[in-house]
């Protein structure tokens, strides 16, 4: 039974630990200047239906989404009811990284 414990004890620990707010792993200043030189052209005004920065009621219900499945809307693109998301904004130069933190950013703004 001890063992038992130990173990389940264990698997809690290394779950609670991966489990650490994923904005964490972003840089939301470098997301700030991704924001400013590529995503504001679409998300200041609402281009092509984008929620825009600082739009707590647009931004709510892709927000309970989570910031993973917002990154990879946005590294992929995607086509929803409300508008669309280009592939990276529409820079394919930008990396995974530059357009998570841009997505750190614009949800921290947004809550």
Request: glycine fraction near 12%; hydrophobic fraction near 40%; aromatic fraction near 6%.
């Amino acid at each position: 039974m001890s063992r038992l414990f130990t173990a389940a004890s264990c698997a809690l620990f290394v779950i609670s630990m991966t489990s650490v707010d994923a904005k964490a792993a972003y840089d939301v200043a470098a997301g700030q200047k991704t924001y400013d030189t590529t995503c504001a052209a679409c998300h200041k005004g609402g281009l092509l239906g984008a929620p825009k920065l600082g739009d707590k009621a647009a931004w709510a219900p892709r927000i309970t989404q989570g910031l993973d499945v917002l990154v990879s809307k946005s590294v992929k693109g995607f086509q929803g009811k409300a508008g669309t998301m280009p592939a990276k904004g529409g820079d394919a130069k930008l990396t995974d990284a530059q357009v998570g933190n841009a997505v750190a950013y614009l949800v921290g703004q947004s809550k």
